[in-house]
């Protein structure tokens, strides 16, 4: 049993799960009209890169109407990732690689309402600032 495990502990072997998330910010002050976060797992990640995410994206929220486009657009975002079925057993993305197996999770987050809340948020405080010394 030990030779086993000593020699299981030398198999390299990548992580399934990464805990280090990728982190970008970005300024709410620079968000134009129709500016989307999208937040998606790995299995949208791995078959879609971020040009392709944001051609879906713009599509979509040019078709769907106001009430429906961002869940609209996560929707065909997912759709992408997931392609169609080429037989029984396989699924495939329209340039023909094999679509993502993985769970695929996504939110397109519109972010123009996020400026004008901070905006509102920063004029009330600068307006009022709070002044810590006199506690």
């Known amino acids: ?16 799960l990464s805990p280090h998330p ?4 970005h300024r709410l002050d620079k968000v134009q009209q129709n500016e989307v976060l999208v937040m998606g797992t790995d299995g949208l990640w791995d078959v879609i890169n971020g040009t392709k995410a944001a051609e879906v994206v713009s599509k979509a929220l040019s ?10 657009a996560a929707t065909c975002l997912v759709g ?32 123009l309402c996020y400026r004008k809340e901070h905006e509102d948020w920063k ?3 600068l307006a009022n600032p709070m002044n810590c010394d006199e506690n």
């Open 1 to 16: 049993l030990i030779a086993v495990y000593q020699k299981i502990e030398k198999i390299s072997m990548k992580p399934f």
């Open 22 to 25: 990728e982190v970008q910010i």
């Open 63 to 72: 078709i769907f109407s106001e009430k429906e486009r961002y869940v609209s």
């Open 80 to 111: 992408s990732a997931r392609g169609s079925s080429a037989n029984e057993h396989s699924w495939q993305l329209k340039c023909g690689k094999q679509a993502s197996v993985d769970d695929v999770s996504v939110f397109v987050i519109p972010l």
């Open 123 to 125: 004029s009330l405080y």
